[in-house]
């Protein structure tokens, strides 16, 4: 039983490079969530999707762009990197009737010099 | 508003000594739930409890126990007879059932050490 994955699991990128994390799930989960952890602001929620073709803002999502067109396929894109989004980002997935119980994966490190 | 405080930055303590995490939390919501998370130094997080706000019963898991009383907006943490594997950051997380997002906001996290 994989749960719940993350790829690349460290990056380094450029400023202004496009970046993508990958996050796929087993659960057939309906809910998933992005979040970024950083030092002073513990984790923070940067999107989240209720379902396939549903997704919605969560508390700083600039900067970054989701899309969902499978289940269990929640991609996260840095548009154009920036230095201040230098992190460690999580992905997290519940199920609809858990759907208070999120399920994180094993975070990527993301550094942008 | 911080809706999740846990005052403890960090706290070390011996092999086999208790260990009690603190966590209070603000909400207006009746109807919520309460989480802990562990994060070892390996970076994951691992979830460890959830609790409804319809629900202070108390919890034991092993050498864990959780303590929620909504008099004080409190769902504390104990370990008992800790262990140098228990050393980690611990996150307390609240999620209301209000929210169209059910976001956990959590909270700063304390860190465990514990000494051989």
């Known amino acids: 039983d994989a749960g719940i994955t993350q790829s690349p699991r460290y990056k380094i990128t450029e400023t202004g490079r496009q970046v993508t994390l990958m996050c796929h799930q087993t659960?057939?989960?309906?809910?998933m969530f992005w979040y970024r952890q950083d030092l002073g602001h513990g984790l923070r929620l940067i999107y989240y999707s209720a379902a396939a073709d549903i997704t919605d803002k969560g508390e700083v999502p600039d900067g970054y762009v989701v899309s969902r067109s499978k289940t269990e396929n929640f991609p996260l894109t840095l548009e154009s990197a920036t230095r201040s989004q230098t992190s460690v980002y999580f992905c997290?997935?519940?199920?609809?009737?858990?759907?208070?119980?999120?399920?994180f994966g094993p975070g990527t490190r993301l550094l942008v010099l | 508003a911080q809706k999740v405080t846990q005052a403890q930055t960090e706290i070390s303590v011996v092999e086999k000594e208790d260990v009690t995490l603190d966590c209070v939390y603000e909400?207006?919501?009746?109807?919520?739930?309460l989480f802990w998370y562990k994060q070892p130094p390996s970076g994951e997080l691992v979830f460890l409890i959830r609790?409804?706000?319809?629900?202070?019963q108390n919890e034991i898991s092993g050498r864990y126990s959780w303590n929620f009383q909504k008099s004080t907006s409190s769902f504390n943490f104990t370990i008992t007879a800790s262990q140098v594997v228990d050393s980690a950051v611990y996150f307390c997380a609240l999620s209301e059932a209000g929210s169209n997002d059910y976001k956990l906001s959590f909270g700063a996290g304390t860190t465990v050490t514990v000494r051989a």
């Open positions: 997290a997935s519940s199920d609809l009737g858990l759907k208070e119980t999120q399920y």
């Open positions: 659960w057939s989960h309906s809910y």
């Open positions: 609790r409804n706000s319809f629900d202070e």
């Open positions: 909400t207006r919501d009746t109807t919520y739930y």
